[in-house]
């Protein structure tokens, strides 16, 4: 089963936003940016199922 997206619109007022945290300068957030995660989301959705167990998000699979 492909796993549900979370809704992130909705911030918390105690932690700010992990982005907001980052270096935006490191190397390893500037290549994040610069991979084409939907081509990957659209690749390999046709693998999921829609029953079962929610899978692990396509794009930690992809990153591991």
């Not at 089963?1 to 500037?30: R, T």
Request: one cysteine or more; charged letters at 25%.
């Amino acid at each position: 089963m492909k796993a549900k997206k979370k809704n992130c619109n909705q911030g918390n007022f105690l932690y700010p936003d992990l982005l907001k945290q980052l270096n935006p300068h490191h190397s390893l957030l500037q290549l994040a940016k610069q991979i084409p995660w939907q081509h990957f989301d659209d690749e390999f959705t046709v693998y999921y199922s829609e029953k079962g167990r929610p899978a692990k998000p396509i794009r930690l699979m992809v990153g591991l």
